[in-house]
């Protein structure tokens, strides 16, 4: 999908125990940063598993449906751009786990966001209504302070990163 215009429709919810560490099908130690942040789009470089890097162009304001632009680039180049990030560099490891069919990506942050837990499901239509585990905590979809964007540029409170307990 090089290239390709990709519509997302993702939904985030936090994740409130490691129930769904059984049925982990894959791991990905990955380290994003923004290049570029505005209202309505943003610019972002992430590696993975320090091999291969991507760059990312968002565009678009609500969090459920955006127009998204990814192409491959040499890890050197990423390594170098991520010099210039605007606040902080997240750091993370994103995990895949199968569910009924249904793939969820489950982000377990380290750094300052050591604590944030957050699953994140791509649907097909907005009418998807894929089968929610136990592990599944409060829906974030809509709240902008659990974006990586927000996590990136804005000063994190503790009370996001420690949600899951409150």
Request: net charge negative; aromatic share 10%; hydrophobic share 40%.
């Given at each position: 999908m090089d290239?390709?215009m990709?519509?997302?429709i993702?939904?985030?919810?936090?994740?409130i125990?490691?129930?769904?560490r059984?049925?982990?099908?894959?791991?990905?130690a990955?380290r994003q940063?923004y290049?570029?942040?505005n209202?309505d789009?943003?610019?972002r470089?992430?590696?993975?598993?320090?091999?291969s890097a991507?760059?990312?162009?968002?565009?678009?304001?609500t969090?459920?449906?955006r127009?998204?632009?990814?192409?491959d680039?040499?890890?050197?180049?990423a390594?170098?751009?991520?010099?210039?990030a605007?606040?902080?560099?997240i750091?993370k490891?994103?995990?895949t786990?199968?569910i009924?069919?249904?793939?969820?990506?489950?982000?377990?942050?380290e750094?300052a966001?050591?604590?944030?837990?957050?699953?994140?499901?791509?649907m097909?239509?907005?009418?998807?209504?894929?089968?929610?585990?136990?592990?599944?905590g409060?829906?974030?979809t809509g709240?902008?302070?659990y974006?990586n964007?927000?996590l990136?540029?804005?000063r994190?409170?503790p009370?996001?990163?420690?949600?899951?307990?409150?």
């Amino acid at each position: 999908m090089d290239g390709e215009m990709a519509k997302e429709i993702e939904r985030k919810f936090l994740v409130i125990n490691d129930s769904w560490r059984d049925c982990v099908t894959s791991a990905t130690a990955m380290r994003q940063a923004y290049l570029s942040v505005n209202s309505d789009r943003s610019v972002r470089v992430r590696t993975s598993n320090e091999d291969s890097a991507k760059l990312t162009i968002k565009f678009g304001k609500t969090a459920l449906v955006r127009d998204e632009f990814e192409y491959d680039i040499p890890l050197d180049e990423a390594l170098e751009m991520i010099s210039f990030a605007i606040g902080s560099v997240i750091e993370k490891v994103r995990y895949t786990v199968e569910i009924g069919g249904f793939t969820w990506e489950i982000d377990v942050f380290e750094g300052a966001f050591q604590g944030l837990v957050i699953a994140e499901g791509e649907m097909q239509s907005e009418q998807d209504q894929p089968e929610f585990p136990q592990w599944l905590g409060r829906e974030v979809t809509g709240d902008r302070r659990y974006s990586n964007q927000a996590l990136a540029t804005e000063r994190l409170k503790p009370e996001v990163v420690h949600a899951v307990s409150n």
